[in-house]
């Protein structure tokens, strides 16, 4: 079993060396890390450039959704048969990996991806990276009971073990999103032909400034993040209410409502409400 991990950065120096640190000290090592920068500027490609031990690919900011993507690419292509990723604020437990090599999902055909568990710096679970659970699966008491796994349809970039054949069968996160919920999309969509499960026991720090996950909780000193959450949460309702249409309306208005309130308190332009609307006719690519 060969296994890459891919890590996004940018601008978080700091955060991105005690990532790759907890990542160099897994119980169960990687073959390789792979780190995509997305032109950083505060120093990081420097640093990056004095370690002897990894791939570094520097590409123009293409925010976590074009990172990731050139990451799980380069990690395919290389002939890896899990890739591991996370942001550069992500800090996995000694065991991390470990736990999640040696789940028994991880020997089950259709397993396309294993998720760890998120926390923040007091030790809560991480708000921004709870899944969406599986629960019309009829085995989710017995997964959880037996092996301490739990089935979800979809989850974060927060420490996330992607099957090779899941990108083979399902393709790569659209770039194009940018940033938020492009993990909660393309794990919906591999979740269609694979499961996916969280790993009770592989615990990861994810290390933000606050302990938040809501688009409501999020302040308007955070414009950029909330105009592509938005957008974005437009996809991701598209993509899990394809065939029932009247959730989909239902969900779309109440957030269309959200967004119009938005727009009318922080006094956004026009062109920005334009993009953000733009996720109600963004062209979703088909699964395979």
Not at 41 to 64: M, S
Not at 131 to 143: I, K, S
Request: proline content about 2%; some cysteine.
């Amino acid at each position: 079993m060969k296994i890459a991990a891919v890590v996004v950065t940018y601008n978080r120096l700091n955060l991105l060396k005690d990532c790759i640190n907890a990542i160099r000290n897994q119980t169960q090592k990687v073959d390789e890390i792979i780190v995509v920068n997305n032109s950083s500027t505060d120093g990081t490609l420097e640093w990056l450039e004095e370690q002897k031990d990894l791939t570094v690919i520097t590409q123009e900011n293409l925010g976590g959704a074009g990172g990731f993507y050139t990451g799980i690419k380069t990690a395919y292509e290389k002939g890896y048969d899990w890739i591991w990723c996370m942001d550069d604020d992500t800090i996995p437990q000694a065991k991390a990996l470990e736990f999640l090599v040696k789940c028994d999902a991880i020997n089950e055909k259709f397993t396309g991806f294993l998720s760890s568990v998120s926390i923040w710096i007091d030790g809560e679970i991480h708000k921004m990276n709870i899944p969406m659970f599986d629960r019309n699966n009829p085995a989710w008491l017995d997964y959880i009971f037996k092996n301490r796994i739990v089935p979800i349809k979809s989850t974060s970039f927060v420490s996330i073990l992607i099957n090779s054949y899941a990108v083979i069968e399902c393709g790569l996160p659209i770039k194009e999103m940018f940033i938020w919920s492009d993990d909660v999309e393309y794990t919906l969509r591999i979740s269609r032909k694979f499961k996916g499960f969280l790993v009770l026991d592989s615990i990861v720090l994810h290390k933000t400034n606050k302990n938040v996950g809501a688009l409501k909780e999020y302040n308007s000193k955070e414009f950029n993040k909330i105009i592509y959450g938005y957008r974005n949460r437009f996809i991701v309702l598209r993509r899990m209410y394809e065939k029932e249409n009247i959730k989909k309306i239902y969900y779309l208005l109440n957030d269309l409502k959200q967004v119009i309130r938005l727009a009318f308190k922080n006094k956004w332009e026009i062109r920005t409400i334009k993009f953000v609307l733009s996720g109600l006719f963004f062209k979703i690519p088909k699964i395979k």
